[in-house]
């Protein structure tokens, strides 16, 4: 089994900055592909960025110029930095994780529990 726990999330005034990490545990062979969403209240989950196994990188356009994907393989860890913070990300923020269990093998997405984050004006 995969699973994937975030952390980093908190309570953050306008302008300010936070780091979101994710580590993917259990036995698998690597990981596809990455993402983090965000789920406001009363809002459907948006996706916020994305990391694809090709090294590319896309943004949501609330997102783009402020915050940065990237991983760190060796400790199967996904991050998310988040810089100019505005109340208007304040979130939910979810991890998700394309995993090949074997080589060759198609991926299985799994998504971590969620990490608050909370932007003051």
């Known amino acids: 089994q995969v699973h994937l726990v975030e952390s980093g999330g908190g309570l953050v005034q306008a302008g300010g900055s936070l780091r979101l990490s994710c580590v993917v545990s259990?036995?698998?062979?690597?990981?596809?592909?990455a993402a983090w969403y965000r789920q406001a209240p009363g809002q459907q989950r948006e996706l916020v960025a994305a990391d694809t196994s090709g090294g590319a990188t896309n943004y949501a356009d609330s997102a783009k110029g402020r915050f940065r994907i990237s991983r760190d393989n060796a400790k199967n860890t996904i991050y998310l930095q988040m810089n100019s913070l505005k109340p208007e990300d304040t979130a939910i923020y979810y991890c998700?994780?394309?995993?090949?269990?074997?080589?060759?093998?198609?991926?299985?997405?799994?998504w971590g529990q969620g990490t608050q984050v909370t932007v003051s004006p």
């Open positions: 998700k994780a394309d995993v090949r269990r074997y080589a060759g093998r198609p991926h299985t997405t799994y």
């Open positions: 259990g036995n698998f062979y690597i990981i596809a592909g």
